[in-house]
């Protein structure tokens, strides 16, 4: 079974709207992390976010927050106030205790002016 | 703000040949990884390395894949006899955490772009 599932390969926002990219995760471990990374063409890999397991409130990041459903095993990334800047893809990721990060597919975000 | 550091940014190299890719962590930093990613696909965890060894490795990092860290700065990425297969982006990582679960995120460096003809 996939550890990350991303199921959105491509999403389109307005500039200036909120967008809600989708992860679903994969773990028996009762600790683990849950991270946000934006890739842009340019390839670099930037850190949003992050979630802790045993954090009992969302994580908020200036226009970044994460709707964190533990129940449900979902960690969706919140984009609020879409700017054009935002357009790249979008990874969720998380982290069992150890070193291993595990990585969704990614989502292509494209802000439309 | 202290970066993670690759060199270079782009490999061209003949099949069969090695390759080194270099990178230098942020310099307090006590973890290192390496990851591939194959044009258009996901980030592959391939390595971990902690106190001069490997910690944890994925079963891409297999005999044709070596790591080391040769001194107080550098981390390398050797792989020997490439095949047109391992032509993707690299990226190195490095975090500051503890072997405990943390809230630390890896820093990633820009990647070195490996191309095998």
């Known amino acids: 079974a996939q550890k990350i599932t991303q199921t959105q390969p491509g999403m389109f926002v307005q500039e200036k709207e909120a967008v809600t990219l989708d992860c679903t995760y994969d773990t028996s471990d009762p600790s683990y992390g849950l991270f946000w990374y934006k890739q842009p063409s340019s390839g670099e890999m930037i850190f949003l976010i992050y979630q802790g397991s045993y954090d009992q409130q969302n994580a908020t990041e200036g226009r970044y927050s994460l709707n964190f459903q533990k129940a449900r095993k979902s960690a969706n990334l919140v984009i609020s106030a879409s700017q054009l800047g935002d357009s790249a893809m979008y990874f969720c990721?998380?982290?069992?205790?150890?070193?291993?990060?595990?990585f969704g597919t990614g989502t292509s975000l494209t802000v439309i002016p | 703000e202290p970066e993670v550091t690759q060199t270079p940014s782009h490999q061209v190299t003949q099949m069969g040949q090695e390759v080194i890719l270099r990178c230098v962590p942020i310099?307090?930093?006590?973890?290192f990884y390496w990851y591939r990613q194959i044009l258009g696909q996901k980030v592959e965890f391939l390595v971990s390395f902690y106190n001069n060894e490997i910690s944890e490795k994925s079963e891409i990092f297999d005999d044709q894949f070596s790591v080391e860290r040769p001194d107080g700065s550098n981390f390398t990425l050797k792989i020997r006899s490439t095949k047109l297969e391992d032509s993707a982006m690299y990226f190195c990582?490095?975090?500051?955490?503890?072997?405990?679960?943390?809230?630390?995120?890896?820093?990633f460096g820009d990647g070195t772009r490996l191309s095998i003809l």
């Open positions: 990582a490095s975090s500051d955490r503890t072997l405990l679960l943390s809230n630390q995120p890896q820093h």
């Open positions: 310099s307090n930093h006590l973890y």
């Open positions: 990721a998380m982290r069992e205790p150890g070193n291993q990060f595990y």
